[in-house]
């Protein structure tokens, strides 16, 4: 079960004593209306001013016409992923943008890994990212990643695994390759529970431990413990004599949790339009419709159209801010927003009454990674009211009128804007 | 007893898992000091920059040399009235502004329309919402609103059970006529509670269901519900010949909360200048003083002057900029705003220490009606600090020290400014 989490303005009691969370609130409010609502995602679009660049971030160095026009009639602000300092993953990220508080859905990191690569995963599944190792003859292991194998490796082992391990007992054992040494394990059957404690000593020198429920009193966990040591025991000796890739490390164990769906919280029809599997996985994990094919921006914005009259809600993904700000490379960070903006007019052949375009975290170019610094966003509809700036920009959202928020509340400023919540009191 | 709250930077749990309310602390800070505070309330005031009226909001377009005097030494901010996107009525906009959390004091529907006719409620008072509805012979409900009687027919249908009905065992009960089929009841009498369900089926075709405490467990939620039938037993002979208006439903049935009073929690002595009764009604539940008399804004500062040394808090709350706002009536809510500022002067003939200005909320005219926009927010004090603005408006307010901030620590802030806290740890 989620923990239960107390923070403002999120939370409060009823009568009851009974800690009742302001999403509650939310539900009780929310009307069924008609409205076409747009989240446009430009992963790690938020970066930071820094000297060497002269005090301009890819936003502001880009050349952005469309983006431009629409920020005469929108509002801005700066959105807290998470928490003050906190960096959050892709999985966070995206579900406080789908309006989840992201400390109270956790999802385990064998999920995303799971979900990273294509897997449907069910509710209840069990899963575990998984890396294969060098273990010595006494079972110590004395090389975490196996000497980094090939991913070519890797898929082998993998369906030698998969071939002899369908199944244990009556739980779907479901097997797959990711990079390199890494590959990911899903247990599909009844009762079954996480979070385990690692099967890895996180160290050379040290044998892999036997994974524990974190909840010692769960028998669902304990279930899912046993099945982790029945499927030790089946897969090492396969792997015996495949040196330096003899053993293997199983880590973020755990099962994909129950999540009221987005159609249920929100009463709103949801599509996802990305072309990355982690953020298909991850629409899916909240039980938005995956609409499938397209691979550029402009295929993603014609797919929107095409798609305008079945959905309520577009979730559209792009992909590339974020990579080039792992690489730190500005200037093609700076042309991945140029390339976005100008296929910007396919988008608004049709506007949506609710628009709203984030990042799901920053990755500034000098940072090279996923940061804490809260990323801009604009929110534009026929009355969200205008903040009168030129640009969307880091600089200009700080004078916006959203101010610095947490970002799981995006979701509720855009309900809001499509009028789909009743007055709260009299 | 008020509920437990808890939350994020308002709460926090200590070790012993016991949730300790900020307002404790803010209490146990608090310190018995002289000072004079204005809160001024122009009810609904903020607005949203629109292409339609070229990017102005009201506060922009109006000619407010006084408040722009006011500023150069005044800091601002935005406030979000309840919680993101979600929009208030009067009640939750005013109890955050007088510095009760919205959430955690909830008043019910029928309080609020008491409140709103002028009854002076207590605590323990069960209040309803009611209006005159049609029943046919079997009893169903054939019209919910009894063809819309005039009011004259509603005040003299409410004479009729005013007059016939006014006990019931030991408790008294208070009927008040409202505008059309709509009218009051109160119930005051010992151990009595809500909040109960409706008895109204809420659509025409079906009884009028009996009411039940929501909360099951409550034995003065029973006591309640048993009045609501013996009421109904003897009002509606009195009805049966009344045709369109030979029933009655009612809704929102709650009691008047134990409330902290202002005094108390603040240790400051409150009076309330409005004009209109469901201000005075808040005002009230908190226990402000009433003065009673004046009818214009001038009248309602020259008040604020007469009786300046025998309160340290003034409320004084402006209703035409609300109302405008819900006509969207640009140039009404407009000439609204300078209006106040032409009477400024005369407030401004004894300073107050702490000035506040604000709405309870924004009542934008492409709305026409109340909105969840942040409502910009004005303070000054001679410790307040400058912003170095050189107006107060919405944009302005972006730009602000005070950020944007739940409207329930306006109270604090203003404590603050007036040095009613002590200084916090070593």
Known sequence: MAPEWHSTPCQFADFDNFIMN?????????LKT???????????????ATKERNYVTPLEAATTPYLDAITQDAVQGRM????????????????????????????????????GLGIELKAGDVAARANFCTLDKKGIVTDRRAGRIDTAVCEEL?????????????????IKAGKGHRFVVVFRGKGLEGPLTDADPHHEGAPIPAVKPVDSKSA??????????????????????????????????????????????YLLKPACIAVYPMYKGLAQLVGMTKLEGP????????????????????????????MYGEDGNFEAKTKAIEELDAALPILLQKKPEVLSITGDHSTPCAVKG?????????????????????????TGANLGSLGVFEAKFLMRQMQANARMFDKFGA
């Not at 995206?94 to 999920?111: I, K, M, N, S, T």
């Not at 993998?158 to 479901?174: F, H």
């Open 220 to 265: 669902k966990a304990k279930k899912a413990a046993k099945l982790i040591v029945d499927f030790y025991a089946e897969a090492l000796p396969l792997l015996a004599k495949k040196h330096p890739a003899n053993g293997f490390l199983m880590r973020g164990i755990a099962h994909q949790p129950e999540i009221a769906t987005f159609e249920e919280r």
């Open 22 to 30: 302001l999403d509650t609130l939310y539900s009780e409010l929310t």
């Open 295 to 322: 691979q550029t921006i402009a295929d993603q914005f014609q797919r929107y159209l095409d798609e305008y009259d079945n959905y309520d809600y577009f979730f559209i993904h792009y992909k590339y801010t974020d």
């Open 370 to 394: 996923h940061s804490w610094h809260a990323q801009p966003v604009l929110l534009t509809s026929p009355i969200s009211g205008s903040d009168k700036l030129d640009r969307f920009t880091e």
């Open 80 to 115: 807290i992923p998470v928490a003050p300092g906190i960096t959050p993953g892709s999985g966070p990220g995206h579900l406080a943008l789908f309006g989840y508080d992201p400390l109270e859905f956790q999802v385990g990191r064998g999920v995303i890994e799971a979900l």
């Open 34 to 48: 008609k409205t076409k609502m747009v989240l446009l995602v430009l992963d790690g679009l938020g970066d930071i």
């Open 158 to 174: 993998c369906a030698v695994l998969s071939k002899k391990i369908k199944k244990i007992g009556d739980t779907e054992v479901i």
